[in-house]
């Protein structure tokens, strides 16, 4: 049996909920492929090997590390980033009403440069989901790939379970 | 990182055919493998990519076994409720590694086959200072320099490193098989037996080898025999999360039937230190029947601590009779100039995780 090793790859995708067709090097990064070929800066390089949980990003709605992510991997899948997050609810457009996490960070102070807000919106949304927000200890454990170096976390943590507590109420 | 051809395998049989060629690549999460590519402890002219072999995925129960696909991811393995209530240590050890994002990425074939955390072997080639795992002949600058968090057991002159997988301890403590396919076949290799020390790898003529995989085999899954004993995975870090181990230990603990009854003490959560088993009311000493425990982050394989397995049956559930039981167990330990701390945390992560495995932490 051989298989064909391509130095160019199609791959199709959903982006923010739009289907999306491009060719590739199979080694561009996810988060490399959003910044420099979409424009899509929202999810940023911190540390570029999945320390630091700045460039988080859904896929099929799960959170995972952009930087650890070929876009040849995501053939078939849905990639949601930050500039997502807003028109996630009401299938509006990009930049419609915040989503919840976002009005909740808002809300609570959750950050201070911002820097680190992306990902931690991206982690939050799928922490929430998971339901592992449940209390401080927890919300702390499942929000431990993200940090952020103006050490926010206190308000991060008021703020992931301020939405969960909302959405729980809807 | 440099350019790589791609190839999407469509079976295991076809991604085990590519890899004959020398610099072929296997990814599937790819948490471990693109950061090699950057460091430069790895390069691939082709990539060949198992994820999407569903072959490879799925957790069930197959009689007396547990079969564990190796595409699973530490969050799939860590969060499963056959995983959590039949191999409670392994469950545990997959949540406390890594982030809940790299988890969601890292599966659980490629988990053991992540390489060490040694700094100054995870560096950005060219390497400023001498690492045999890198440049075979070059020296150890471990040894020489800083090397704190480096091996207690096995290690030679040439490596200090250690072996930093949490799943990978509890998979050796619970007597888990690899199933491997190759060339010529699938075979299965027991976990407690998959790492080499430095010293076994340097005995066998191959110093810087690290498991008995071999270069043309992948990994398809793991079998393990159920347990409904109480289980345990303690991991000892610098911060609270999100941190490599400087110690761990799974321990997996049945106890003898006695004043109080047995006990099953359920499958310890995320965190192994949680609230403990439910205490027998008006239950006298409770005492082992029999158990299994393994360390990590000691040598460059998990460390079964098999004199103590062999001397735990009947010894009470206590720290203050544990506590000898594991001394003797670890007194063949080597300690290096700077981390002889090593010895005695590893030994109270022991006895912590055998109390949490028997219900009494």
Same mark, same amino acid.
């Given at each position: 049996?051989? #298989?064909?090793?391509? $130095? %160019?790859?199609?791959?199709? =995708?959903? /982006? ?7 060719? +590739? ?32 990003? #859904?896929?099929?709605? $799960? %959170?995972?590390?952009?930087? =650890?992510? /070929? ?7 849905? +990639? ?91 | ?361």
């Amino acid at each position: 049996m051989t #298989l064909d090793f391509a $130095r %160019r790859v199609e791959v199709t =995708l959903r /982006l923010n909920a739009r289907s999306r067709t491009t060719v +590739v090097s199979p080694r561009t990064t996810l988060l490399d492929w959003l910044r420099d070929d979409i424009g899509l800066t929202g999810a940023k390089k911190g540390c570029n090997e999945g320390a630091c949980g700045t460039c988080t990003v #859904l896929v099929d709605g $799960r %959170r995972m590390n952009g930087c =650890l992510t /070929l876009v040849v991997q995501c053939e078939g899948r849905s +990639v949601t980033t930050v500039e997502g997050l807003a028109g996630m609810k009401g299938a509006g457009e990009v930049g419609g009403e915040l989503h919840p996490v976002q009005r909740a960070f808002a809300d609570h102070d959750a950050f201070q440069c911002g820097y680190c807000t992306p990902g931690q919106l991206m982690s939050a949304v799928a922490c929430i989901a998971e339901g592992h927000a449940t209390d401080d200890a927890s919300v702390r454990e499942w929000m431990s790939g993200n940090i952020c170096r103006c050490s926010a976390y206190p308000q991060i943590t008021a703020a992931v379970l301020a939405a969960a507590r909302e959405e729980a109420g809807r | 990182m440099r350019d790589f051809a791609y190839a999407r395998a469509g079976t295991a049989e076809a991604a085990v055919g590519t890899l004959a060629a020398p610099r072929t690549a296997v990814i599937a999460g790819g948490t471990e493998l693109l950061n090699w590519f950057r460091l430069g402890i790895a390069a691939a002219d082709r990539v060949v990519d198992i994820g999407g072999l569903d072959e490879l995925r799925g957790i069930a129960r197959d009689g007396d076994e547990l079969r564990i696909g190796a595409l699973a991811t530490l969050n799939e393995v860590g969060e499963h409720p056959l995983v959590t209530r039949l191999a409670g240590a392994l469950a545990s050890a997959c949540l406390q590694a890594a982030s809940a994002q790299v988890r969601n990425r890292a599966t659980i074939g490629g988990n053991v086959l992540q390489r060490t955390r040694c700094p100054y072997f995870r560096a950005e080639e060219p390497l400023p200072w001498p690492c045999n795992k890198r440049d075979p002949g070059s020296g150890c600058a471990s040894l020489a320099g800083r090397h704190e968090r480096q091996a207690i057991f096995g290690w030679t002159q040439d490596c200090v490193a250690v072996q930093p997988s949490d799943p990978a301890v509890a998979l050796a403590a619970l007597d888990a098989r690899a199933d491997v396919l190759g060339p010529a076949g699938p075979r299965t290799i027991p976990m407690r037996e998959f790492h080499l020390t430095q010293r076994e790898a340097a005995a066998a003529g191959e110093p810087m080898r690290e498991t008995r995989l071999g270069a043309d085999e992948l990994i398809t899954g793991y079998r393990l025999p159920v347990s409904t004993a109480g289980q345990a995975y303690v991991k000892v870090r610098e911060r609270a999360s999100y941190e490599y181990a400087i110690v761990s230990a799974a321990a997996d603990v049945r106890l003898a039937e006695g004043a109080g009854g047995p006990r099953a003490a359920g499958a310890k959560g995320q965190s192994a230190e949680g609230a403990g088993g439910p205490r027998a009311a008006g239950a006298g000493e409770q005492r082992i029947a029999a158990a299994r425990v393994a360390l990590g982050s000691v040598a460059q394989r998990p460390w079964r601590l098999t004199a103590a397995e062999a001397e735990l049956p009947g010894t009470p559930l206590t720290r203050e009779a544990l506590l000898p039981v594991i001394e003797r167990a670890m007194a063949d330990a080597v300690p290096l100039p700077q981390n002889g701390f090593k010895v005695t945390m590893a030994r109270n992560a022991a006895v912590r995780a055998l109390l949490a495995a028997g219900g009494a932490a």
